[in-house]
């Protein structure tokens, strides 16, 4: 699994923040996602997909 994100298309909800911290953080500047993971465990992998689920503006991408 990878994962992407669109910082350009991130609108700050921060739900994919709360739902896998392990892979994903936000700016303290801006509020926009940051990747942290761009691989994340194999333990990650439900929460990712939840994470892309819960994006309101479609700014993460799994691969």
Known sequence: MRVTVDRDACCGA????RTAPEVFDQDDADGLVLLRRAEPPPGSVDAVHRAVELCPSGAIRVT
């Open 14 to 17: 921060g739900n994919c923040v």
